[in-house]
């Protein structure tokens, strides 16, 4: 029988792994949002980067503060192909502006490619440290990718590892243990206060740091929940949150000053919300009032009013800059889980390569089996009766078994101590 010859699929290894980075360490916020893409332009984007490349997969990453292009390619990409890339990402704008940004951004490959990812899903390399948004950001582009056809195996192993070291990270270490959100630090402000569940809040404003408030208000069984707002149809939204939750215009607050234990303030507004009339007039039962907008909207005869404990935006900003400067000190914990997570990836790609480069072993096994029953001994095997002829299948298909798995355990386990070894 004529034998087919199987080619091996080719496989990225860690050193075809490359990075380009465009990001908030070497680069000003306006220009890295020159090199986001529409969802409608991505994928002709990544198919002509493939092009000119000649790189197997592809991934592409555009937050407010990076934008990365994470692939795998036999060679290094010089600045002058670096600037190619940039060109289709960003067709509007000089080649000189493009050659610049080519000559400074971060180019990596191979292991120090794959540790930058690393600590970049950990949030390591984030503009502020330890929060997880970068994650999911880096999981979606990788799935987007695999959607359409432009990454796979190589990616789906480093995301792999990615995921996993950056969720080790999050749960075994200090670096989110103080919030540096405003939301966060605004809630824990509150929650010091030791306000009961049925206190009656005051919401003024239902914009995204109003709205994320309300949440956490909903999430912890608060009910008592009054919104103040210019617009009806934007409140509403935060209104029926909640049991208890009132719609209320803005002129209405001067019938409510003494109704409420506390209230949070954040609009648009340039002026004062809560005037300095407001401010003279709340009630006892006032104990607390938040104002997280800039510029601020209470009057700052609060900071004076006896009794009622003031939070603002300059307060959040003390203990955010305190927060960080915690969440750095506990990059030190991060490094263990860096070192081991390159360990592992460094293993994952081994074992892949193990198993593709013996896929082939079942398939010639049973080649072989059909060379002996149909050729070799075919004469041997007229002369058996069938009941030895259904013994022998039984023997051969045990046989058959053993020697495909018992040969590649022990190959992969004696590849796996030798580059553990090394």
């Known amino acids: 029988m004529t034998k087919e010859t199987h080619s091996k699929p080719t496989f990225a290894s860690v050193r075809k792994v490359q990075v380009i980075s465009v990001n908030h360490h070497q680069f000003t916020l306006e220009a890295i949002g020159k090199f986001h893409v529409n969802d409608n332009q991505k994928l002709s984007a990544l198919s002509d980067m493939k092009k000119i490349t000649g790189c197997d997969e592809v991934m592409y990453v555009a937050t407010c503060n990076r934008v990365e292009w994470i692939f795998t390619l036999d060679h290094f990409v010089c600045p002058g192909l670096t600037q190619q890339i940039l060109q289709i990402f960003s ?24 540790e930058h990812l690393l600590r970049t899903a950990g949030s390591l390399n984030s503009a502020v440290i330890g929060e997880t948004e970068i994650l999911g950001q880096m999981r979606s582009a990788y799935e987007y990718s695999v959607k359409e056809g432009v990454a796979g195996e190589a990616l789906r192993i480093l995301m792999k590892q990615c995921v996993k070291s950056a969720k080790q990270i999050f749960t075994e270490t200090d670096l989110r243990r103080k919030p540096v959100s405003i939301v966060s630090i605004a809630w824990n402000a509150f929650l010091d206060k030791g306000f009961s569940k049925d206190s009656p809040i005051a919401l003024i404003g239902a914009g995204q740091i109003i709205s994320n408030f309300a949440k956490f208000l909903f999430e912890n069984g608060y009910h008592n929940i009054s919104v103040f707002n210019r617009s009806a149809a934007s409140a509403k939204k935060l209104v029926d949150l909640f049991d208890n939750g009132k719609y209320l215009t803005l002129p209405e607050i ?20 809560l005037t300095s009339d407001n401010v003279e007039r709340l009630g006892k039962k006032t104990k607390m009032v938040i104002d997280l907008a800039m510029p601020g909207n209470v009057h700052p005869s609060i900071q004076s009013k006896t009794g009622i404990g003031f939070f603002d935006m300059n307060n959040i900003q003390q203990i955010t800059h305190e927060n960080i400067a915690f969440r750095q000190m506990a990059l030190e914990q991060c490094e263990p889980i860096i070192l081991q997570g390159m ?25 072989i089996r059909e060379t002996a029953l149909g050729s070799v001994f075919q004469k041997d095997l007229m002369d058996l009766d069938e009941n030895a002829k259904e013994v022998l299948d039984k023997i051969l298909d045990y046989m058959e078994k053993k020697y495909i798995s018992v040969p590649m355990k022990m190959a992969k386990a004696v590849m796996m101590e030798q580059h553990q070894k090394n």
């Open 343 to 367: 360990i592992e990836y460094k293993g994952l790609v081994q074992e892949r390569k193990i198993e593709l480069a013996m896929q082939n072993i079942p398939l010639t096994i049973k080649e």
């Open 254 to 273: 001067d019938n409510q000053l003494e109704m409420h234990a506390a209230w949070v303030v954040c609009t648009g507004a340039t002026e004062y919300i």
């Open 91 to 114: 067709s509007d704008f000089e080649s000189d502006f493009l050659k610049n940004i080519a000559n400074q951004c971060v180019r990596l490959e191979g292991e120090e490619a794959a």
